[in-house]
């Protein structure tokens, strides 16, 4: 298991597209994938459950997986999620 902390950058939060972009980069790994806001943990690859955190611009969410790539898999998401994905340019 792997888990790394990160705070959501784009002012929005994890919307329905950035959340769509963050699931469709979590279903590039074979590792089970969790988000995690506060005590509640949701699958990573679950649009509903991601939307359901209500995570907005600023706040820390912990991104685990557990499985093969897991270190790979956690890595990109943190790297997606801190890219702000490519919110400020629109």
């Known amino acids: 298991m792997f888990v790394k902390d990160v705070t959501v950058q784009n002012k929005v939060g994890?919307?329905?597209?950035?959340?769509?972009f963050f699931i469709q980069k979590a279903n590039?790994?074979?590792?089970?994938?969790w988000i995690e806001k506060e005590?509640?943990?949701?699958?990573?690859?679950?649009?509903?459950?991601?939307?359901?955190?209500?995570i907005i611009g600023g706040t820390t969410i912990r991104i685990i997986a557990d499985g093969s790539d897991e270190?790979?898999?956690v890595d990109g998401l943190v790297a997606l999620v801190d890219s702000g994905f490519a919110e400020e340019a629109r």
């Not at 005590?39 to 209500?54: D, F, P």
């Open 39 to 54: 005590e509640r943990r949701v699958n990573a690859k679950s649009l509903l459950g991601i939307l359901s955190l209500g």
């Open 71 to 73: 270190r790979e898999a």
């Open 28 to 33: 590039e790994y074979k590792s089970s994938i």
């Open 14 to 20: 994890l919307h329905a597209r950035p959340a769509t």
